[in-house]
């Protein structure tokens, strides 16, 4: 079965770059019908979609964050990788990539559910100086 592993700094510098990457392991990244997905959770609020790329290669960005969103992938490393530019500590939050199908994407779910698809563990970022 799909195992998806966060990875990255805990810690961030207000202004600077998030990034972070999901490790796939029992499928890859390029299988049909497959959304490679990030979602966060600040404290006390709800899931919020970041933004996924497709099995095909294409990528979507949740207009919320405008600009300062970009999802890419490595094919040879069965990775993708998240990065938000110019963060602030309003972005402090739990960050989780999935793999979803797409009647589970922000295409036609205004909110994100875990009880769809396969979740990672999420992992904690802090915006800090």
């Known amino acids: 079965q799909a195992q998806l592993q966060e990875s990255g700094t805990g810690l961030v510098k207000p202004s600077q770059t998030l990034s972070l990457t999901c490790a796939v392991s029992g499928d890859s990244i390029t299988s049909p019908g497959y959304y490679w997905s990030w979602i966060r959770q600040p404290p006390g609020d709800d899931l919020e979609w970041l933004g996924y790329i497709a099995y095909s290669g294409s990528v979507y960005y949740s207009p919320v964050f405008s600009s300062r969103v970009s999802i890419s992938r490595d094919t040879s490393k069965n990775q993708c990788t998240l990065r938000l530019f110019a963060v602030t500590p309003q972005e402090t939050s739990v960050y989780c990539c999935?793999?979803?199908?797409?009647?589970?994407?922000?295409?036609?779910?205004?909110?994100?559910?875990?009880?769809?698809?396969?979740w990672g563990q999420g992992t904690q970022v802090t915006v800090s100086s």
């Open positions: 999935a793999r979803l199908r797409v009647d589970q994407t922000p295409r036609l779910r205004s909110q994100p559910s875990t009880t769809t698809g396969r």
